[in-house]
């Protein structure tokens, strides 16, 4: 057995998100979402579910803090609902939004733990989105306005911010595929939500920026390395062209002011509505990148695709295959590994945190109290050990959160998976740490683990 050890000053933390867990929907004047708005929507989420209270931490918000702090966290990651800061989307600062959020960081650095605040984790205000939601161009500078609101109020509260959640997923699965709010089935619609998301990337930082000094910017992007499902040159090229579109599509336009060449036809910029001057406007020099990382991804070649890449991804098949979580994902902890060494060669070596990694589990209570999710222990040990590969092969990591720290509702999927280190009983709001929690408590105190 040998120990792996991570480096002095990581962080370990864990990671949610406002419409997740916060409930409190219709608590001091908040604003209507399109989560809100959705998540009513007959034939939406499985079983009818939605975020009107989900794990209450509107009001148990130091129960949450009590768990990080059990676990010996250092760091929370959490998202700041944009409708409690302007219920419609614009105009001032709602004082009891800030105020929750006040108080939530003021507890956070009083019990040790960095705040970690992310400012759009898909709650559009639906104000906005009657207005043309992300499609829309203008949105871009509503949500400048928002960072700039936020930053003013809450920039001496935490110093380091991420902009957005995963723009690739919110962008597609909202406006392309429709399965997530605000629903809309659109190709067109969900390629011009990735400019404006682009162009507001680059704006809010700007605006952050001007509000307070010193701060470290990053956006978590979800990724995932994409391997050739065969031998053929044609899937090495279309997972390339597929890596480009999921993985760096908003990561290029931030760091280099252009969108990688992910289209066989090349970029479509008159859809897209991409203008003069947006180059300069989408840039948005990140201090650090956050990946989120869930699994990997195997693609072939498929020339009539629906976007013009050219690529596909498949379900890896037969001993090719790992085993899945309950959400049927599959677990691969060297695409960790791979995914950061990648990012690492490839931008020079850029500050990374891991912002989110993590599986779904539904292992319940035993009769003993105890809740023996074995497997959530070896999905985190085996993506560690991986990622600890890739610092040892010199890839900058300074920290790994956790999604999530508490069962909640995963959007379509409602209430039926979960991905806590700590159990929710949604009828009481009660919260008990799973066996994952107290091992991944134990990692953090010690900062490693031993291997096998
Ligand atoms: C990520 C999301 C997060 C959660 C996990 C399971 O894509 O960022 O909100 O749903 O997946």
Known sequence: MSRIEFPPNFQWGAATAAYQIEGGMR????????????????????????????????HRFQEDIDLLKSMNLSSYRFSIAWTRIQPEGKGPAHRSGLDYYRRLMEALLEAGIRPLPTLYHWDLPQALEDSGGWPARDTAGRFADYAAITLRELG???????????????????????????GHQSLEAGLRATHTVNLAQGEAMRAMRSESSGLRIGTAFNMSP???????????????????????????????????EAFLKGVPEETMGIQDGDAERMQAPLDFLGINLYTRSLVEEDLNDAYGIGAK???????????????????????????????????????IEIT????????????????????????????????????????????????????????????????????????????????????????AQENGFEAR
């Open 27 to 58: 608590v001091a004047g908040k604003g209507e979402s399109i989560w809100d708005r959705f998540s009513h929507s007959p034939g939406r989420i499985l079983g009818g579910a939605t975020g009107d209270i989900a794990c209450d931490s509107y």
């Open 156 to 182: 001496d509260l935490a110093s380091d911010w991420v902009i957005f959640n995963e723009p690739n997923v919110f962008t597609a699965l909202g406006y392309v595929l429709g399965i997530h709010a605000p």
């Open 226 to 260: 994409c391997e050739p499902a065969g031998d053929r040159e044609e899937d090495a090229e279309a997972a390339e062209r597929w890596h480009r579109f999921v993985n760096l599509w908003f990561l290029e336009p931030a760091l280099h002011g252009r969108y990688p």
């Open 313 to 351: 991804p498949v379900e890896p098949q037969g001993d090719r295959a790992g085993p899945r979580t309950d959400f049927g994902w599959e677990v691969w902890p060297s695409a960790l590994r791979d995914m950061v060494l990648r990012i690492t060669r490839d931008y020079d070596r850029p500050v």
């Open 356 to 443: 989110e990694n993590g599986c779904s589990y539904g292992d319940a209570p035993s009769a003993g109290g105890q809740i023996p999710d074995t497997r959530r222990i070896e999905f985190h040990r085996g993506f560690l050990q991986a990622l600890h590969q890739a610092i040892e092969a010199g890839a900058d990591v300074r920290s790994y959160h956790a999604w999530s720290l508490l069962d909640n509702f995963e959007w379509a999927e409602g209430y039926s998976q979960r991905f806590g280190l700590a159990w929710v009983d949604f009828e009481t709001g009660e919260r008990t740490l799973k066996d994952s929690g107290l091992w991944y408590g134990q990692v």
